[in-house]
């Protein structure tokens, strides 16, 4: 009779679950009966699980104020890996920037018009990336973006 359900263990949860069986296929409008959960520390935060048992699959819709956040944090799942992907690319600007201006000063005699704008690209490229990896991050942390870093990092695209 439990087949398809979620199985808790008493011993590492210590708090109050509900249970709502969704039939493999067909429509279902359901809502959970006495859906708020009391806890007895007032945290504010509760934990949803849902198991989808079915080999097909079912779309899920939740009503209502809620959050979602994974063990990693506020980021959503499809972004998670651009995080460490701008935060890797600012590394590399960083240091191409680095290295191209101590190059610049060690020739400063030979030094042509058209790499002062070379090095204005790198340095642009590097605000971009900074900025783009610090709202994933600050996302990521808190559960918010920054209205400055998102709104910054993407204005640099224009450039």
Known sequence: DHKGRLIIDPKTFKGEHRFLTV????????????GKIDEKGETGK?????????EKG?????????EWKSKHGYLPGNLFGELYF??????????TFLWYSISMK?????????????LLTIFIG?????????????WNEDGVRLWFAMYTGASFIKF
């Open 126 to 138: 590097l605000l971009e990336v900074f900025f783009k990896g610090g709202d994933f991050f600050v």
């Open 106 to 118: 060690c020739n400063e005699d030979s030094i042509i018009p058209i790499q002062q704008w070379i």
């Open 86 to 95: 701008f935060v890797t690319l600012t590394v590399i600007y960083f240091l």
């Open 46 to 54: 509760y934990v949803l699980v849902m198991a989808n048992c079915s």
């Open 23 to 34: 039939p493999a296929s067909g429509k279902l409008e359901e809502t959970i009966k006495y």
């Open 58 to 66: 079912r779309n899920v819709k939740v009503d209502g104020k809620y």
